[in-house]
């Protein structure tokens, strides 16, 4: 497993790509080249260009997205600093750690976005109030 730890927050982990004269195959496996055991997969799609999804942080979930068709951007932030990323590549994920607050925006018609997260849903988990999420990250 190769995360590539940017002085950013953006980290991301390259996977494999298995190409043949058939085409493409991509394959995840908990705890090898994703960095937990899988408890819950979820995608997002249909989301119009001018939508802003996602707008909260986790307490304890860590998540991995994967772009699997067409594109959109994340911003990533740690209650300090804020980053962005195009995710437009099948063959890379972008690791959401938790009490990172995250934004998905300018999603393609065509965007298909993953989430490989390491537990189960569960609403208790969830940050949505950004002033909550700053209080929380700044230990105040
Ligand atoms: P929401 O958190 O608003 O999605 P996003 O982060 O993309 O903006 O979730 C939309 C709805 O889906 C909300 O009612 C909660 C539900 N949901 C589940 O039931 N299971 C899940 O794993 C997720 C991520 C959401």
């Avoid at 004269?21 to 799609?45: D, H, K, S």
Wanted: proline residues 2%; aromatic residues 10%.
């Amino acid at each position: 497993m190769s995360i590539i730890d940017t002085p950013t927050l953006i980290k991301t982990i390259e996977f494999r790509e298995i190409g043949d004269e058939r085409g493409w195959l991509v394959a995840l496996e908990g705890n090898i080249n994703i960095p937990f055991t899988m408890q819950r997969v979820y995608y997002i799609y249909g989301t119009q260009s001018h939508i802003r999804r996602g707008l909260h942080a986790h307490h304890a979930v860590h998540q991995i997205a994967v772009c699997l068709a067409g594109e959109c951007k994340f911003l990533l932030d740690d209650g300090k600093n804020k980053n962005t990323i195009l995710l437009n590549s099948r063959g890379l994920g972008l690791v959401i750690d938790p009490m990172i607050w995250h934004e998905m925006y300018e999603f393609s018609s065509d965007c298909i976005l993953m989430v490989l997260a390491s537990d189960y849903y569960d609403e208790a988990d969830y940050i949505r109030n950004y002033a909550e999420f700053l209080r929380l990250a700044n230990g105040k």
